[in-house]
């Protein structure tokens, strides 16, 4: 079992910045991607940013390239996403997440939050004007 915990969330006005992270323990193998997620009040929650170690690749929403990055620390346990020039869009409860298997997916796929099996608890941001 995977246990998945986010810190780093809060209030910030628009145009500064937040880092996230997201610490996983628990047996995790080869071939997992772990990402960003975020869900807003009424709507679905989507992928925000995924990173595929096994590959060293990374994917983003088109919402948010070049704005925000992801990236995993040397043990690819720890996983940050650091987020700049925020927008009030971009207020969401933002969720760490892991794939056991990304293998042959597309960056779509590796976006899509329905194959994710191990989820945290969230984190809120919250970007005012």
């Known amino acids: 079992q995977v246990h998945l915990g986010e810190s780093g969330g809060g209030p910030v006005q628009a145009g500064g910045s937040l880092r996230l992270s997201c610490t996983a323990s628990?047996?995790?193998?080869?071939?997992?991607?772990m990402g960003w997620f975020r869900q807003a009040p009424g709507k679905e929650r989507e992928g925000v940013a995924v990173?595929?170690?096994?590959?060293?690749?990374?994917y983003y929403a088109d919402s948010v390239k070049g704005r925000f990055t992801i990236s995993l620390d040397n043990n690819k346990k720890t996983l940050a996403l650091q987020m700049n020039n925020l927008k009030p869009e971009d207020t969401a409860m933002y969720y760490c997440?892991?794939?056991?298997?990304?293998?042959?997916?597309?960056?779509?796929?590796?976006?899509?939050?329905?194959?994710?099996?191990?989820w945290g608890q969230g984190t809120q941001v919250t970007v005012s004007s």
């Open positions: 628990g047996n995790i193998y080869n071939n997992y991607c």
């Open positions: 997440a892991l794939r056991l298997w990304c293998l042959n997916l597309t960056a779509k796929e590796r976006l899509e939050k329905s194959r994710y099996t191990d």
């Open positions: 990173v595929y170690p096994g590959g060293s690749e990374s």
